[in-house]
């Protein structure tokens, strides 16, 4: 597959069984979601053929191909965005009704299918409401309504949290057993290591890499180019520690505990630059949070942890204006910023990277980029401080932006909020759709970023990673911080707070 002088797939062949599991990673651009687009059929291969059950698909319309059995998910979610879980999901067995004879009761299927996913609590949401991990098992119930013979799933994983993740394991173990084949793109890769019987790796267009997991998890090659070998605490160790089955071992989940990063100087007796004092806040009449206080010192990291549905990421949207409060206050440098509107805080110093979706699909890199002149960074400094961190981005400075791959968006995304000049960063889930390679090397950026003076708070699902770079962890348990303290302390409050959500 060819963009122009861009070679995104180069002579790519591989199979994927039904009944099984197939695992296809790699790093960020390298041409994953373009072979998934290639299979469905919303982009015509340059070169080369696609067969499904012995026959030529290739030409083949994308709704076609839907009909002869391959469903799948999308990275950046595509569900429908004005309507509620179960008619999300409805849609898909209404069209499906069409297309054969033998017709399915829509509605008993859907209520069979949110169960079988795990999201019938929220059948009634709309999905805009619910969190991402959730949304993304709507798009699988969504798919598996149609009844799919293959089932393409790009980064399903991201935004479950690690109990979440182990169950949504199980369940494509499940589907598999029934006899769907599974094509797997997921950069969480204890989950790829756990669930498939057979991986690809990608990189730069070309399959460098193939075997079982133990295979694939034992090649230099592979550990060079997106594991890592360096790290010890991130990817490499947790498919290390993952040597088959898809138990989450209390090992895997002992979080590895760096060195305060300077002891001396103790941050968290520093002034708070951002703060939440007994904030309450929720969706409705749902209340999330049950009065929350934390305080982010300047020049502090702050890790705000704990299992997903705890209200982390409404702790992040109400620090950004999005979610107004019920209760309590909002400080920014001492200030009472409480009801302002996103724009206000903005103005304020509040940066917001929101979960996956910062930047403009419909720019080019680097008119997202002048997007963040409008704190007074000239443009120049912008673009250096984003193409001296992702090289990447330079390349592409006049490709659209929602053409890139999800993580190159990721890195995007990061570029533009640091050009702002922001006095507190606000991160949820930097390493969402991001190489576990790319992963380490961010965060190595956001350590720098705080020691430039910038408050950060983070939500990160990849808890070892996060705590590497942390001042002050802060736990986070049914609308409460249940513990606030240095890294190093909280070690064992870590665990549990992990564990306790997996019985
Ligand atoms: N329409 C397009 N025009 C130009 N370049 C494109 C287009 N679509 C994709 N690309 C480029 O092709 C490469 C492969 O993109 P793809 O989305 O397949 O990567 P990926 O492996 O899914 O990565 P990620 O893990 O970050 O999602 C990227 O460098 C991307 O920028
Ligand atoms: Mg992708």
């Avoid at 509620?84 to 017709?103: F, L, M, P």
């Avoid at 999905?127 to 009844?147: D, F, K, N, Q």
């Avoid at 110093?349 to 704190?375: D, H, Q, W």
């Avoid at 986070?476 to 665990?495: A, C, K, N, Q």
Wanted: some cysteine; charged content about 20%; proline content about 5%.
């Amino acid at each position: 597959m060819r963009f122009g002088g861009h070679l995104a797939v180069d002579a790519v062949s591989f199979e994927a069984g039904p009944g099984t599991i197939t695992g296809l990673i790699g790093p960020n651009g390298a041409g994953k979601t373009t072979l998934f687009n290639i299979i469905t059929g919303l982009l015509e291969p340059t070169k080369g053929q696609v067969f499904f059950g012995g026959r030529t698909i290739t030409r083949m319309k994308p709704f076609k191909r839907a009909r002869l059995g391959i469903g799948r998910t999308f990275q950046r979610l595509e569900l429908f965005t004005s309507l509620s879980v179960r008619d999300n999901i409805r849609v898909a067995g209404e069209i499906r009704n069409r297309w054969h004879k033998g017709r399915i009761d829509v509605h008993a299927e859907a209520d069979r299918i949110m169960e079988l996913i795990g999201v019938d609590h929220l059948a009634d949401r709309e999905v805009t409401e619910i969190p991402t991990g959730m949304a993304r098992r709507v798009e699988l119930g969504r798919a598996l309504m149609t009844h799919p013979k293959l089932l393409l799933l790009d980064e399903p994983a991201s935004g479950q949290d690690e109990t979440e993740t182990q169950e949504f394991g199980e369940l494509l173990q499940r589907l598999a057993a029934e006899g769907t084949g599974i094509l797997l793109v997921e950069h969480d890769v204890s989950l790829v290591m756990a669930v498939c019987e057979y991986i690809h790796v990608l990189d730069f267009g070309q399959i460098i890499a193939a075997g079982t997991p133990a295979e694939v998890r034992a090649n230099p090659v592979v550990l060079d180019a997106y594991l890592g070998s360096g790290a010890p605490d991130d990817a490499t160790a947790i498919a290390a520690a993952l040597d088959a089955g898809i138990v989450v071992s209390e090992t895997d989940l002992h979080v590895h505990i760096h060195e305060p990063r300077d002891s001396s100087d103790a941050v968290e007796l520093r002034e708070p630059l951002l703060e939440l004092v007994d904030v309450r806040a929720g969706y409705g009449s749902i209340e999330v949070l049950h009065g929350v206080s934390l305080a982010v010192p300047q020049g502090a990291v702050v890790a705000l942890l704990g299992p997903n549905g705890g209200g982390k990421s409404t702790t992040l949207k109400v620090c950004g204006g999005f979610v107004p409060l019920t209760g309590g206050e909002l400080r920014i440098a001492g200030r009472v910023l409480t009801g302002v509107s996103p724009d206000t805080l903005a103005r304020h110093g509040v940066c917001t990277i929101p979960e996956g979706k910062g930047i403009f699909p419909n720019l080019t890199v680097s008119e997202n980029l002048r997007m963040a002149t409008y704190t007074g960074t000239p443009l120049k400094d912008v673009e250096d401080i984003a193409y001296s961190r992702f090289p990447r981005l330079a390349e592409r400075r006049g490709q659209l932006a929602g053409t890139m791959s999800g993580g190159e968006q990721q890195m995007l995304a990061m570029s533009r909020a640091l050009g702002t000049d922001p006095a507190v960063l606000l991160l949820d889930e930097l390493s969402m759709g991001l190489a576990p390679l790319i992963v380490t090397e961010l965060y190595e950026v956001v350590a720098q970023v705080s020691e430039l003076g910038v408050s950060i708070l983070v939500v990160e699902q990849f808890a070892r990673t996060v705590l590497g770079i942390a001042d002050i962890a802060a736990i986070m348990l049914s609308g409460r911080i249940t513990r606030v303290g240095r890294p190093d302390e909280l070690e064992e409050e870590l665990s549990s707070a992990y564990l306790g959500a997996t019985t």
